[in-house]
């Protein structure tokens, strides 16, 4: 695996141990105007790694330390996710610039990468997150055509299997007990079903709603 350096001024300290993985997307024309302004002097905002459409890696921040990438989140009790996590960026243009689907060969960069990075810290498959996941009221990046499927497939993140439900869970709650933050229980939910229902992201539970919110409960 092949590591290009485009260091970036945006880190300091970290506070809490590395348990997360956090996955992106730049939401920018271009994989060089992303990398311009991740280092950028100003811009305040950085990541831990960020991938091109063709698979290149480029290492922006240290993994000890703390990259700017997750700005105000939630997660399992946590409010302060860059302290404990690492930040991958793929490059996409992203909501802002046509959504466009993720290429192969920049999610086999993606695998390679974040199996490496769940050794090297031991980072357990419940915590490898979209920023959508840690951030439902503000973001929806990586996206509802992120193949989070086939990460779980290698280890990386959970996919749930659509459990029967005898009778209807309380979705507010089951979404607490996952992880998300419920302060606004329909922005949690779009972020739910852009993880784990992408074929159906309108913020209206179904039964499949149901059953992979069991699914995930019961893993």
């Known amino acids: 695996m092949k590591i290009h350096q485009s260091s970036s001024p945006h880190y300091n300290k970290r506070l809490l141990p590395i348990d997360t993985l956090v996955i992106h997307y730049t939401d920018m024309p271009t994989t060089e105007e992303a990398l311009h302004w991740l280092c950028h002097p100003h811009s305040q ?13 480029y290492h922006m921040v240290a993994e000890d330390k703390r990259a700017w990438h997750a700005g105000q989140s939630y997660w399992q009790g946590c409010t302060d996710l860059n302290s404990c996590s690492l930040g991958i960026e793929l490059a996409n243009p992203g909501h ?13 960069s993606l695998l390679t990468l974040c199996k490496s990075l769940q050794m090297r810290w031991d980072i357990p498959s419940s915590r490898v997150l979209g920023h959508s996941d840690i951030a439902p009221q503000r973001k929806q990046d990586p996206g509802h055509l992120f193949p989070w499927d086939s990460l779980a497939k290698e280890g990386l993140g959970l996919w749930p299997e659509q459990l029967s439900v005898g009778r209807k869970l309380d979705i507010n709650e089951a979404l607490k007990k996952i992880g998300y933050e419920t302060v606004s229980p329909s922005h949690a939910l779009l972020a ?6 992408p074929q159906k992201v309108d913020g209206v539970a179904n039964h499949q709603t149901y059953s992979l919110l069991q699914g995930l409960l019961n893993l």
Do not use: N, T
Not at 45 to 57: F, R
Not at 192 to 197: A, E, I, S, V, Y
């Open 45 to 57: 905002v950085s990541a831990h790694y960020l991938i091109d459409e063709k698979g290149k890696i």
């Open 96 to 108: 802002s610039h046509g959504y466009q689907p993720f290429p192969e060969a920049q999610i086999d």
């Open 192 to 197: 739910f079903q852009r993880h784990f229902q």
